[in-house]
């Protein structure tokens, strides 16, 4: 069995870390994270905030495009793939649409605000500044995206119970 699983959720959700956890439960895997795509772009990339403008918007679409091909193509090679990315509302809702004919599961991690302030000041990377606080993305996820897959909110939860819930979980 290969199945393919979506993580999404804010920025310091733990999309990363549950991702890289839950590959190691099955004996063929792949990790497909979605910033790596948006990385390749040497020259030009544009700049990714709450507010993104036409360009930005159009290399969004496309890292999300390529990495759902990514997807496939592990997973036509027998692996189980789980796709890490921050996807919100119709990024989402396009995502699934893509490779709805492959069944994906999708995790939506959900932790309230002050877990993720405090999760991004623990670590090397910070995406939240003034301006951009975790309520902007929280409240963009709670109120945009639909209610598909599994929401978990892992304010209290570690990456072990994290993955244990999602593979726990009736698909």
Same mark, same amino acid.
């Given at each position: 069995? !290969?199945?393919?699983y979506i993580i999404t959720g804010a920025m310091a959700a733990g999309k990363s870390t549950v991702a890289k956890a839950l590959v $190691?439960? /099955?004996?063929?895997? #792949?990790?497909?994270?979605? *910033? #790596?795509f948006l990385r390749m772009i040497v020259k030009g990339a544009a700049v990714m905030g709450p507010v993104l403008d036409a360009e930005a918007r159009a290399q969004l679409t496309l890292r999300q495009e390529i990495a759902t091909d990514v997807v496939r193509r592990y997973h036509a090679?027998? /692996? #189980?793939v789980v796709y890490q990315d921050i996807l919100i509302g119709q990024d989402l809702v396009a995502a699934v649409d893509r490779l709805a004919d492959l069944a994906p599961? &999708? &995790?939506?991690? #959900?932790? !309230? %605000? $002050?877990t993720l302030a405090e999760r991004d000041a623990a670590r090397a990377k910070t995406g939240y500044v %003034?301006? /951009? %606080? %975790?309520e902007v993305l929280s409240q963009a996820l709670a109120n945009e995206t639909p209610r598909i897959g599994l929401w978990l909110d892992t304010s209290e939860l570690d990456? *072990?119970?994290?993955v244990a819930a999602i593979l726990h979980h009736h698909w």
């Amino acid at each position: 069995m !290969n199945p393919v699983y979506i993580i999404t959720g804010a920025m310091a959700a733990g999309k990363s870390t549950v991702a890289k956890a839950l590959v $190691q439960r /099955f004996e063929r895997s #792949a990790h497909v994270g979605g *910033d #790596a795509f948006l990385r390749m772009i040497v020259k030009g990339a544009a700049v990714m905030g709450p507010v993104l403008d036409a360009e930005a918007r159009a290399q969004l679409t496309l890292r999300q495009e390529i990495a759902t091909d990514v997807v496939r193509r592990y997973h036509a090679a027998g /692996f #189980a793939v789980v796709y890490q990315d921050i996807l919100i509302g119709q990024d989402l809702v396009a995502a699934v649409d893509r490779l709805a004919d492959l069944a994906p599961r &999708v &995790v939506v991690l #959900a932790p !309230n %605000p $002050q877990t993720l302030a405090e999760r991004d000041a623990a670590r090397a990377k910070t995406g939240y500044v %003034p301006g /951009f %606080p %975790p309520e902007v993305l929280s409240q963009a996820l709670a109120n945009e995206t639909p209610r598909i897959g599994l929401w978990l909110d892992t304010s209290e939860l570690d990456v *072990d119970e994290t993955v244990a819930a999602i593979l726990h979980h009736h698909w």
